[in-house]
């Protein structure tokens, strides 16, 4: 059968639909086909031009009125014209000449430069800069799990907890990465066509992808919820480990698996990369919403920490204002655990605006996120002081073994005490030396806020 392609005809427009890929490219067709109805009962009511104005046309995407010679018009890119919806808006232009004709291609046919509408440099330089984002964590995250796993002084509950979350960390960063390399830049660079055979292979790489990065949210709320409780209730202590450790794995695996489900049944293309806002089934909620909840959560505890800090640090002889620099002093270093970074890039600028604005607020947003591994790595790990003390040990240690410094004594150095780690403050922190140990406070300091609990 035979249909006029008229959108207002239900009947010849759902045959049409049932043609295509999805919704999604439906709607591109049909917001196309109005176009250039409304195209041409525009040009047909405009009054004739002059001998040596350009006509009004129909291009097949774009719709121009009677223009003079010697003008270049710049147009906003369709969004029907890309394979899915534009992040923001490039332009285009098409010339009329100054005899009065549109410009010609060698084939003597009219032409419009669509060219500058491409967003395959913009797609490849943001793949390429949160490549490196994620590299960098990656650089960082590995040394860290390997030293705190490495030192049996530092198998307690705190840096247990702290290793799950690198790990999530890491895992994120390194999947997000694989994804670049092999899923998103050989999609721009014509090198492989995976994300259209939609293959297992690459559908499984995006779901363990989603699995980590979720997983990163949810030990983001379980770590906070740790701290919370040693604050707030530091004479409880820490509580079962396996219980942060369900908080932060388990709900990360069952949304992914949730969403995984509804991609396969609902919107099973593209290697389940972006969604279908032409769906009436939004998926990306089901792992994005509790993205939501867990700031939320995570900014009640950490006011109410803020709160029991400054009241617990007055009273270790010490002026309201010093207590309230201090308190604000271990809470700015535990931000990144809380996820407050994410609240500076939480509005998304909206798609009608210019893509250089667009890729600005990619590169902070990626940066933000790309190099949360690396900023947590060094707080919590590098920057620690029961890890520098280890560090430092061994370094004497090999020194001492290899006679290139025989300054220090191979057994022993004021410097590398760490006694205090087989010790009942060590092991069981009270809740205001949590937040100065972080935060690089010295000894003195962190044992007198341990006095606080005794």
């Known amino acids: 059968?035979?249909?006029?392609?008229?959108?207002?005809?239900?009947?010849?427009?759902?045959?049409?639909?049932?043609?295509?890929?999805?919704?999604?490219?439906?709607?591109?067709?049909?917001?196309?086909?109005?176009?250039?109805?409304?195209?041409?009962?525009?040009?047909?009511?405009?009054?004739?031009?002059?001998?040596?104005?350009?006509?009004g046309t129909w291009d097949g995407w774009r719709c121009f009125s009677n223009t003079p010679p010697d003008t270049t018009v710049t147009f906003?890119?369709?969004?029907?014209?890309?394979?899915?919806?534009?992040?923001?808006?490039?332009?285009?232009?098409?010339?009329?000449?100054?005899?009065?004709?549109?410009?010609?291609?060698?084939?003597?046919?009219?032409?419009?430069?669509?060219?500058?509408?491409?967003?395959?440099?913009?797609?490849?330089?943001?793949?390429c800069w949160e490549a490196v984002m994620h590299s960098l964590s990656l650089l960082a995250l590995f040394p860290a799990i390997f030293v705190i796993l490495y030192y049996r002084q530092l198998r307690v509950q705190r840096f247990y907890l702290h290793v799950n979350f690198f790990s999530a960390l890491f895992g994120k960063a390194l999947f997000n990465l694989v994804e670049i390399l092999a899923l998103r830049i050989p999609e721009y660079t014509g090198s492989n066509n995976t994300l259209d055979n939609n293959t297992v292979g690459c559908r499984l790489l995006v779901f363990v992808t989603k699995v980590t990065s979720l997983a990163v949210w949810t030990w983001m709320l379980a770590e906070s919820f740790y701290l919370h409780r040693l604050i707030v209730a530091a004479f409880r202590g820490g509580g079962k480990t396996y219980i942060y450790v369900i908080i932060g794995w388990v709900p990360a695996c069952v949304l992914s698996v949730c969403w995984a489900?509804?991609?396969?049944?609902?919107?099973?293309?593209?290697?389940?990369?972006?969604?279908?806002?032409?769906?009436?089934?939004?998926?990306?909620?089901?792992?994005e919403l509790p993205k939501i909840i867990i700031l939320?959560?995570?900014?009640?505890?950490?006011?109410?920490?803020?709160?029991?800090?400054?009241?617990?640090?007055?009273?270790?002889?010490?002026?309201?204002?010093?207590?309230?620099?201090?308190?604000?002093?271990?809470?700015?270093?535990?931000?990144?655990?809380?996820?407050?970074?994410?609240?500076?890039?939480?509005?998304?600028?909206?798609?009608?605006?210019?893509?250089?604005?667009m890729q600005a607020y990619v590169f902070v947003a990626t940066a933000v996120d790309g190099l949360q591994g690396l900023y947590v790595a060094l707080v919590y790990c590098f920057l620690n002081k029961e890890v520098r003390l280890q560090v430092r040990r061994t370094v004497y240690q090999v020194r001492g073994r290899y006679g290139t410094d025989r300054s220090y004594s191979v057994t022993y150095d004021p410097r590398t005490d760490v006694s205090l780690l087989s010790g009942s403050v060590a092991n069981e922190y009270s809740a205001v030396d949590y937040g100065a140990n972080e935060s690089g406070a010295n000894e003195s300091s962190a044992l007198e806020l341990a006095a606080v609990r005794s």
């Open 1 to 55: 059968e035979t249909y006029y392609l008229d959108p207002d005809d239900e009947e010849a427009w759902s045959h049409v639909e049932a043609s295509l890929l999805d919704g999604l490219e439906a709607t591109k067709l049909e917001d196309c086909c109005r176009e250039a109805l409304q195209c041409c009962q525009t040009t047909l009511e405009q009054p004739p031009g002059g001998v040596e104005t350009c006509p």
């Open 76 to 127: 906003t890119c369709p969004t029907y014209a890309y394979k899915s919806l534009p992040e923001c808006t490039l332009s285009g232009s098409k010339e009329c000449l100054g005899n009065g004709t549109w410009a010609r291609n060698v084939r003597n046919l009219e032409v419009t430069n669509y060219s500058s509408c491409s967003l395959r440099n913009y797609h490849i330089s943001t793949y």
């Open 261 to 287: 489900g509804g991609r396969a049944l609902l919107e099973d293309t593209q290697c389940w990369l972006g969604d279908d806002y032409s769906h009436s089934v939004d998926l990306y909620l089901i792992t």
């Open 296 to 357: 939320i959560a995570n900014t009640l505890m950490l006011l109410n920490m803020a709160r029991v800090l400054h009241t617990k640090l007055q009273g270790v002889n010490t002026t309201t204002a010093a207590a309230t620099k201090r308190a604000v002093k271990a809470t700015t270093f535990l931000l990144p655990m809380f996820g407050f970074q994410f609240f500076s890039t939480l509005v998304i600028p909206p798609a009608s605006c210019s893509c250089h604005i």
